[in-house]
């Protein structure tokens, strides 16, 4: 375990930095990895530089260094990071050690953030393609040249036929901003990378119990007795929360079971590693659940008071005996009770995913059973339990809470008019002019019907938007223009078709610090735009960790070269069609294209009551960040300071108004604590009753609560019926009345008073109700296991099908009709993909970065000895490997067991060759990334989750031959 042996005051003069010696001279590898802790196993402790922050000394002003806290932008972990700079240059950086999260460690891509800022690889200037080549233009000329082609496509075509593709790189501010700006100018067809990352992890959770998100925290997994990881692997993508898993297996001997079908770097730690088949994972949870029914191990009173549904869920997993989970996972029945009999001896455990369960056809299906397990177990709403749910992105999680989605606006409040209703009062717009910025659509009743009410094309499915017949879709006519702002397309399947799909568009824009492969997997000679966008070192706001704690990154630098903030290009493009004093109605300008970010996230303090984004004022997050030495490394909650009782970045929800000093909510559901001082119950979302049965909390309630029993979502009526709305103020009632008077609800009072009261009286906002095991609302009730679309066991797909074809989110979807053709005797391997610790994402800004292109410069797939020697592939052997669509990649080859036999592997961070093409040409002069690769999506094929068009990308089919 990482422990901090200095006392936090420099031992050694500001000049010792290792890393702002790399700005001043050459510095080998070895010496580099050496001196920054990254050759220590990944852990990346980069306590060897001394972990500790040097305090500006009283010099000449040309010689101050200026420490500015900023936070980490690449996973989801939080880490903060130390800038440090001197005449306005960002010259070295250290971890933060009074970070609760990274605890003065850094990862290598956090030790090398600086080189993101300062990377010589970015886009410099505003550029097009003209008769092929990359030209420069001015930002004038850009705004004006894409703000007139908009709106001749909007004109022609209808708003929908532009794209708005957002990011989880923006901060909440920006993504808040992008959300509203796509709502302005009249379309659903917005979306970012949640759709193809947690999209079914926060369908399959909130659909549960309520919210969407981690329940607990990093830190608190200290407190775990059983760690439980499946389809994650979070020693590569989230390296320093190994941190907080290692301290619970080393101080409470917590046993650590990993299921992967990979033999990953995190599987190492592992005291048991189950290998399983990709796309299992429901029939695996169900084979553990049968033994923990069969011996009678299931948390009876748990599940009598909180929980609804479970009988059915009994019923599916008799189904799973051990010979059945066998036949279908391949893990062995012994193994499983083995796991069984582990997590019922050591209780609370958590549960860990990523995206190794949830990019699935049935990927809601998985994230629920993982959920249906810990409530079994009775490991929710505890210290040390929970659904540990790790986040990709710095900000994925703030960018779905606020909204970048093709089915809600921010805050999950839906599409539905009242939630319309409810931002046109936030926003104080007009409901009038916000419905028509929107296209209409006839519905099958011959009735028109306006799209501002019906979920948009997702991102998974843009290049559809663009190449399907629109008599096909439910919009007026197909896309024609694509922004892809801080998006890595290469993230995404079926580029051989995204290709097609980009040749096609009227015009393509991208917004971004980097080029990214959407500037050269194309062959287009025009109507190609790149736009500069600052880095979110070059800006100011918020950003969620993924624990749902709230931190504040202030500037570090004024922006580079030409590059502008995602805010004020927002701005600009708002300014040019015409409504940007709509926009910014109720948000202080700098100047006419610079909103000032404070404002904007008081904006969405006043609007997002549903997931408590309402406490946290910029001015606490700030108060937070400047006193984290005060907050507890386990509990998260502060002793003594100016933050006394609060929890670090006041985890949503933090209910009411800023006033009100909620501190935050550390673990969701937890019933120990009062809902005032951060303990919650199940959210009552889905009615007081089914079938007759209470879906309400039998008898239980958090202390203090006036109402020791389940009861409903709180309301004006609700508020009257008690009795409590005399605690009102006059100011409250009257904004209650200019709602919907008594129907008024916790979610839609702008006052908060109707929070305020609620907690008052003990109770939470959103009722208190049980989790429910069976989501009605679902095309499988009950979590099934069904069958990838492309899979090589055709023994198995009578007893376990998939889908039928149907539309949704306006598309034609397939299912059936592709699991019904046998590829597997032409492509007999599974296909399966993932991170490493190297890169992230679409690797676009990783492999810019000097420091990580030299530790991982190729591309490859990993293939089993066995299938290896059958295939006559030799170790390090170029290969190609092909998609039963028809796309393949050029890759080398590394034999290895850790994957088994049948399955191959390869990490989706690469890009810049495209089907044995080397597209370096492409790239704008000085913009390409040291390290070009295969795209591995460009071999992956067709597959949507049934409920929210997740991509499948862990489960296909190739086949592998000598190059």
């Known amino acids: 375990m990482l422990r901090k042996k200095t006392n936090g005051v420099a031992r050694r003069p500001q000049g010792a930095s290792i890393l702002r010696d790399t700005a001043h001279k050459s510095v080998d590898r070895r010496t580099f990895l050496k001196g920054s802790g990254v050759a220590a196993?990944?852990?990346?402790?980069?306590?060897?530089?001394?972990?500790?922050?040097?305090?500006?000394?009283?010099?000449?002003?040309?010689?101050?260094?200026?420490?500015?806290?900023?936070?980490?932008?690449?996973?989801?972990?939080?880490?903060?990071?130390?800038?440090?700079?001197?005449?306005?240059?960002?010259?070295?950086?250290?971890?933060?050690?009074?970070?609760?999260?990274?605890?003065?460690?850094?990862?290598?891509?956090?030790?090398?953030?600086?080189?993101?800022?300062?990377?010589?690889?970015?886009?410099?200037?505003?550029?097009?393609?003209?008769?092929?080549?990359?030209?420069?233009?001015?930002?004038?000329?850009?705004?004006?040249?894409?703000?007139?082609?908009?709106?001749?496509?909007?004109?022609?075509?209808?708003?929908?036929?532009?794209?708005?593709?957002?990011s989880a790189k923006h901060n909440n501010e920006q993504a808040y901003l992008f959300r509203k700006f796509a709502a302005y100018w009249g379309t659903n067809n917005?979306?970012?990378?949640?759709?193809?990352?947690?999209?079914?992890?926060?369908?399959?959770?909130?659909?549960?119990?309520?919210?969407?998100?981690?329940?607990?925290?990093?830190?608190?997994?200290?407190?775990?007795?059983?760690?439980?990881?499946?389809?994650?692997?979070?020693?590569?993508?989230?390296?320093?929360?190994?941190?907080?898993?290692?301290?619970?297996?080393?101080?409470?001997?917590?046993?650590?079971?990993?299921?992967?079908?990979?033999?990953?770097?995190?599987?190492?730690?592992?005291?048991?590693?189950?290998?399983?088949?990709?796309g299992t994972d429901v029939a695996l949870v169900w084979g553990i659940l049968w033994h923990i029914f069969d011996n009678g191990w299931e948390d009876k009173e748990f599940i009598r008071t909180r929980v609804w549904g479970m009988d059915q869920i009994r019923e599916e997993v008799a189904k799973w005996n051990p010979e059945e989970v066998e036949r279908v996972t391949g893990?062995?029945?012994?193994?499983?009770?083995?796991?069984?009999?582990?997590?019922?001896?050591?209780?609370?455990?958590?549960?860990?995913?990523?995206?190794?369960?949830?990019?699935?056809?049935?990927?809601?299906?998985?994230?629920?059973?993982?959920?249906?397990?810990?409530?079994?177990?009775?490991?929710?709403?505890?210290?040390?339990?929970?659904?540990?749910?790790?986040?990709?992105?710095?900000?994925?999680?703030?960018?779905?809470?606020?909204?970048?989605?093709?089915?809600?606006?921010p805050g999950y409040y839906g599409l539905s008019a009242g939630a319309w209703g409810h931002w046109a009062r936030v926003w104080e717009e007009d409901s009038d002019w916000l419905k028509g910025q929107f296209a209409t659509v006839k519905g099958s009743d011959g009735k028109e019907k306006s799209l501002q009410n019906l979920t948009g094309i997702p991102v998974s499915r843009w290049i559809d938007g663009v190449l399907e017949d629109p008599d096909n879709t439910d919009q007026?006519?197909?896309?024609?223009?694509?922004?892809?702002?801080?998006?890595?397309?290469?993230?995404?399947?079926?580029?051989?078709?995204?290709?097609?799909?980009?040749?096609?568009?009227?015009?393509?824009?991208?917004?971004?610090?980097?080029?990214?492969?959407?500037?050269?997997?194309?062959?287009?000679?025009?109507?190609?735009?790149?736009?500069?966008?600052?880095t979110q070192f070059e800006t100011r706001g918020s950003v969620t960790a993924s624990n749902r704690s709230l931190q504040w990154r202030d500037k570090v630098v004024e922006p580079l070269f030409e590059s502008l903030p995602d805010e004020v290009i927002m701005a600009k493009f708002a300014n040019k069609f015409g409504w940007g004093d709509r926009l910014f109605r109720n948000i202080e300008m700098e100047d006419p294209e610079t909103p000032n970010v404070e404002d904007i996230t008081r904006e969405l303090n006043r609007g997002?009551?549903?997931?408590?984004?309402?406490?946290?004022?910029?001015?606490?997050?700030?108060?937070?960040?400047?006193?984290?030495?005060?907050?507890?490394?386990?509990?998260?909650?502060?002793?003594?300071?100016?933050?006394?009782?609060?929890?670090?970045?006041?985890?949503?929800?933090c209910w009411g108004t800023p006033e009100m000093k909620h501190p935050g909510t550390p673990n969701l559901y937890d019933m120990s604590k009062p809902v005032a001082e951060g303990g919650l119950c199940f959210r009552a979302r889905f009615g007081v009753e089914r079938d007759g049965d209470n879906l309400l909390a039998d008898g239980v309630s958090n202390p203090g609560a006036e109402i020791q029993d389940g009861y409903p979502e709180f309301t004006m009526q609700m508020l009257m019926d008690l009795g409590w709305d005399g605690d009102l103020t006059d100011e409250e009632r009257a904004a209650i009345e200019a709602v919907a008077g008594p129907k008024t609800n916790w979610k839609t009072d702008l006052s908060g008073g109707i929070q305020r009261v609620a907690i008052k009286h003990g109770c939470a906002p959103f009722g208190n109700a049980k989790a429910r095991a069976v989501v009605w609302t679902f095309p499988d009730p009950v979590p099934l296991h069904r069958e990838p679309l492309y899979t090589n066991r055709r023994d198995l797909v009578a007893d376990y099908p998939t889908y039928e074809d149907r539309k949704f989110y306006r598309l034609p979807t397939l299912y059936a009709s592709i699991q019904k053709q046998d590829f597997s005797k032409d492509y007999p391997i599974i296909l399966t993909s993932g991170r490493l610790v190297e890169y992230e994402g679409g690797g676009d800004e990783s492999r810019s970065n000097p420091w990580l292109a030299e530790l991982q410069q190729d591309m490859f797939v990993e293939i089993n000895p066995r299938d290896a020697?059958?295939?006559?592939?030799?170790?390090?052997?170029?290969?190609?490997?092909?998609?039963?669509?028809?796309?393949?990649?050029?890759?080398?080859?590394?034999?290895?067991?850790?994957?088994?036999?049948?399955?191959?592997?390869?990490?989706?961070?690469?890009?810049?060759?495209?089907?044995?093409?080397?597209?370096?040409?492409?790239?704008?002069?000085?913009?390409?990334?040291?390290?070009?690769?295969?795209?591995?999506?460009?071999?992956?094929?067709?597959?949507?989750?049934?409920?929210?068009q997740m991509q499948e990308t862990k489960a296909t089919l190739c086949k592998i031959s000598a190059a």
């Open 331 to 409: 893990t062995p029945g012994s193994q499983m009770k083995r796991v069984a009999r582990t997590l019922a001896n050591n209780r609370p455990g958590t549960v860990i995913w990523c995206m190794g369960g949830t990019q699935h056809t049935n990927g809601n299906n998985n994230t629920r059973a993982y959920c249906i397990l810990q409530l079994a177990l009775g490991n929710m709403g505890t210290s040390g339990g929970g659904t540990n749910i790790f986040r990709g992105h710095d900000n994925v999680q703030g960018a779905t809470d606020l909204g970048v989605l093709s089915h809600t606006l």
């Open 476 to 534: 007026p006519n197909a896309v024609r223009a694509m922004v892809l702002w801080g998006h890595a397309p290469n993230s995404q399947t079926r580029m051989t078709e995204m290709k097609t799909a980009m040749e096609k568009l009227d015009t393509l824009v991208v917004i971004d610090p980097y080029p990214t492969v959407s500037a050269v997997l194309h062959d287009r000679t025009d109507g190609v735009y790149l736009l500069p966008a600052c």
């Open 41 to 166: 196993g990944g852990l990346a402790a980069i306590t060897a530089t001394g972990g500790s922050v040097t305090k500006a000394q009283a010099q000449s002003s040309d010689d101050a260094v200026n420490l500015v806290k900023s936070v980490c932008t690449h996973c989801s972990v939080g880490c903060t990071v130390i800038a440090e700079v001197k005449n306005g240059v960002w010259t070295g950086q250290e971890p933060g050690w009074d970070s609760p999260f990274n605890l003065g460690a850094h990862c290598a891509k956090g030790a090398a953030v600086r080189e993101h800022a300062h990377g010589e690889r970015r886009l410099k200037y505003p550029m097009k393609k003209v008769g092929g080549e990359w030209t420069r233009i001015s930002w004038d000329e850009a705004i004006n040249e894409i703000g007139d082609q908009m709106m001749q496509i909007r004109e022609e075509s209808g708003p929908d036929s532009v794209y708005w593709l957002g």
């Open 869 to 948: 020697n059958n295939l006559g592939v030799r170790d390090g052997a170029q290969v190609w490997v092909e998609g039963p669509e028809g796309g393949k990649v050029k890759v080398m080859a590394m034999v290895t067991e850790r994957v088994g036999e049948g399955v191959a592997f390869m990490p989706f961070h690469f890009g810049g060759h495209f089907q044995g093409e080397d597209q370096r040409s492409k790239y704008p002069k000085g913009a390409d990334p040291y390290v070009l690769g295969e795209s591995s999506n460009t071999a992956q094929t067709y597959g949507y989750d049934s409920v929210t």
């Open 608 to 653: 997002l009551w549903t997931i408590g984004y309402t406490g946290q004022s910029p001015e606490r997050i700030k108060s937070h960040m400047a006193n984290q030495h005060t907050f507890d490394r386990t509990t998260l909650q502060a002793v003594g300071g100016p933050n006394d009782g609060e929890y670090y970045g006041m985890p949503w929800p």
């Open 190 to 278: 917005v979306d970012h990378q949640a759709r193809i990352c947690h999209s079914t992890t926060v369908a399959g959770v909130a659909n549960t119990w309520g919210y969407g998100a981690m329940t607990n925290s990093y830190n608190d997994i200290h407190n775990s007795k059983a760690i439980f990881i499946i389809g994650g692997n979070p020693a590569e993508a989230h390296p320093v929360s190994l941190l907080h898993l290692l301290r619970a297996k080393e101080q409470n001997n917590a046993p650590v079971i990993v299921c992967d079908p990979r033999f990953t770097r995190t599987a190492a730690h592992a005291d048991e590693y189950v290998r399983f088949r990709p």
